[in-house]
């Protein structure tokens, strides 16, 4: 049987094992020019519809000028046989049918008007890819859908609900018992630092400075030292927020218990919190009771699978590199697309071209289970006041600790009366009031407010001549001395 030689053309021994052609060795002829048919007389196996001919017969000698081939576009579908249309095994077409080297034959997409007939059976009564999505680039990836809010059963108490989700005002606060005796009375008292401490505590002050000079240390003279301390009022309310909405997952079968009545509101829901978990923001999601039904997934139709949409259900999308047309321009250059190989589309890596694809709203399961799903947002909002009656700034007093002298938690707090400094007692009636106030579509959980009375000493000083004064404030002992007398690092000491 004839074997092919490397260059693709097929052997024919010669008789006596001589060659035609000069040089040629062990009866092989050297291949042809290009772009000529070797010149031996003898048959090309029959090929049905290649040359118009005598069937079976070599073109006539001369007919084709030295480097063409005979006219291109005797197949259907591009200027190579289809799979399968080979003549037998061991013999082979004629020089020019098979693709430019370097590019193996690639698989062609269908015509963009076909669809495997399994997927048009499943396609059957739904929506079919239009022109326009046939031949259009790549799509996104398949993503789950919601079913039809008109499909959705009416409950009592969730009417209108889609599912998108909605809050639902809470009821009314119920009314405060009366406040406890005393509530809020106490007693402050701060430990007055001696002079030796105050110069310690400015020289830490300057020790942090390289540009500030030691001696006002030592030299200055502390004349008065005046406790005022600082009261920093903190209120904390923690609120929840509750929303509903329609809901769904893929059903594999659980045990869905039916309805045992009409489902709660959802302010009727139970949902706990550990006392640890208190005065913090928190997300609780859970299945409002009696709201959960079992159907057959609205996108395949309990087929299990759905029309890809990256492709439209074709198994091939567009080429992105050169847009459907199989060639690039490059340099002014006409170049075969090296990324789809000259057919102008890709097979499409969601679906690996069957047009099908495992449905992601029932995750291939056929059904899915609805529900209501209640949806809990808390959130701890917090207010700080400070009363201060001195010029040492209020956010210096933020920023330190006291004495704590008051605290109280409820799920609703009271607002101070009778404390000794009456601004406290005010600016918590106004806090109080405010969080009460506030957050209408929020319901109060849980409040507690707090009062740290922050120790803040007035240091009045004599120094060369001059008199003037600094702060000392917080548990920790810091310094306010903006004025600080030796700021240059050129003193002499």
């Known amino acids: 049987m004839a074997q092919p030689t490397p260059g693709g053309y097929p052997s024919y021994p010669q008789p006596g094992g001589h060659s035609p052609y000069p040089g040629g060795q062990g009866g092989y002829p050297y291949p042809p020019q290009t772009g000529q048919y070797p010149p031996q007389p003898g048959q090309y196996p029959a090929q049905p519809g290649y040359y118009p001919g005598n069937q079976g017969q070599y073109p006539p000698q001369g007919q084709y000028s030295q480097g063409q081939y005979p006219p291109q576009g005797p197949y259907p579908q591009g200027p190579y046989p289809p799979q399968g249309h080979y003549p037998q095994q061991g013999q082979y077409p004629p020089q020019g049918a098979y693709p430019p080297q370097g590019a193996p034959p690639q698989e062609s997409a269908p015509p963009m008007d076909f669809l495997k007939p399994e997927t048009a059976a499943k396609l059957e009564g739904r929506a079919s890819p239009t022109p326009d999505e046939e031949l259009a680039e790549e799509g996104s990836d398949p993503s789950p859908t919601a079913p039809p809010i008109d499909s959705m059963d009416k409950l009592p108490g969730y009417e209108g609900l889609d599912f998108t989700g909605g809050g639902a005002p809470p009821p009314p606060p119920a009314a405060l018992p009366p406040p406890p005796e005393n509530y809020g009375q106490v007693n402050v008292q701060h430990e007055v630092p001696s002079t030796e401490r105050i110069r310690e505590i400015v020289a830490g002050y300057v020790a942090e400075h390289c540009c500030f000079g030691k001696?006002?240390?030592?030299?200055?003279?502390?004349?008065?030292?005046?406790?005022?301390?600082a009261m920093k009022y903190t209120l904390e309310t923690m609120t929840e927020t509750r929303i509903t909405r329609w809901n769904y997952v893929p059903w594999r079968g659980e045990t869905v218990p039916p309805p045992s009545g009409p489902p709660p509101g959802p302010w009727d829901v139970l949902i706990t919190l550990e006392p640890s978990q208190w005065f913090q923001n928190l997300n609780s999601v859970a299945e409002v009771p009696n709201t959960q039904t079992v159907r057959v997934c609205h996108d395949c139709r309990g087929?299990?699978?759905?029309?890809?949409?990256?492709?439209?259900?074709?198994?091939?999308?567009?080429?992105?590199?050169?847009?459907?047309?199989?060639?690039?321009?490059?340099?002014?250059?006409?170049?075969?697309?090296?990324w789809c190989h000259g057919r102008g589309s890709r097979r499409c890596i969601t679906c690996h071209t069957e047009g099908m694809v495992p449905c992601p709203t029932c995750d291939a399961q056929g059904n899915i289970r609805c529900f209501v799903e209640l949806t809990v947002k808390w959130q701890n909002h917090k207010d700080i006041k400070?009363?201060?009656?001195?010029?040492?700034?209020?956010?210096?007093?933020?920023?330190?600790?006291?004495q704590e002298v008051f605290r109280a938690e409820e799920q609703r707090v009271h607002p101070i009366v009778g404390f000794p400094d009456r601004l406290v007692s005010e600016s918590s009636s106004e806090l109080v009031q405010k969080h009460g106030q506030q957050w209408p579509q929020e319901r109060i959980f849980r409040q507690r407010h707090s009062v740290q009375s922050v120790p803040v000493f007035c240091v009045t000083y004599h120094y060369n001549g001059k008199q003037d004064d600094f702060f000392i404030y917080g548990n920790s002992q810091k310094i306010h001395f903006p004025d600080y007398p030796k700021q240059c690092c050129c003193v002499v000491m």
């Open 215 to 229: 001696g006002p240390i030592e030299d200055m003279k502390i004349i008065t030292v005046t406790p005022t301390p």
């Open 303 to 338: 087929l299990r699978e759905t029309r890809c949409t990256r492709c439209h259900g074709r198994g091939y999308t567009r080429c992105s590199s050169c847009h459907g047309r199989g060639s690039r321009t490059i340099h002014n250059d006409r170049r075969r697309c090296t």
């Open 386 to 402: 400070v009363v201060e009656r001195t010029d040492l700034p209020d956010n210096l007093i933020r920023s330190v600790s006291g």
